[in-house]
């Protein structure tokens, strides 16, 4: 049990979080240029097509992907990061709209500056809060979609060394050995609230350091 509950976590985390790592590779990009776009059917076109992706349910969204693909993990993580695409790019579009059309931005472009210049340098940096603050949330609910894909069967195999996969082996013994089911599940619980914690707290001296190179 403790040799499966230590290897559990590599397939079940490493596909949540490198998913999310991919939503914001496209998204963020597609936010940054949506919000810096000198042209309003410009921002239109890369964001209108996203809003009809907006209502689709995730899990079913999922569960069609993983049938399709015969549970390959990178399909599931390829699925989690497409539906994670709109959101994010809403995101840092909202985020770096300011930013974006500021007058800062505006003398960066009279000087001469790149574009990746002044939406890395400038605009990019003033998304940084609350794309850190949505990281912790974005990285649950991948935690949550691709154990619910194992759990149901449609991911890993069943002998596979997984959190989800565990869960579901476990239930049905849960009166003989209710640790097979309980140890990946609280496993789960402690990895996002201490994500979501750990979040928090860079915010936080993020918010003091700013306030005390402002004084």
Known sequence: MLALLLHGGRSALGMAVGAVLLAYAVGGIVGL????ARRRWLDELLIRPLDVLLPLPTLLVISVVAVGWRGSPLAIALAVAAVNVPPVARLVRAAALD????????????????WARIQLGLVARSALGPVAADVGTRVTLAVFLVGSANFLGLGLSPTAPD?????????????????????????LVMFTVGLNLLADRVLARSRTRTQEAAR
């Open 99 to 114: 930013a974006a059309s500021g007058p800062v931005a505006e003398a960066l472009r009279l000087q001469g500056e790149s």
């Open 163 to 187: 959190w989800a996969v565990s869960i579901a082996r476990g239930r049905e013994g849960l009166l003989l050995q209710p640790w097979a089911a309980l140890a990946p599940a609280l496993m």
């Open 33 to 36: 240029v949506a919000a810096s």
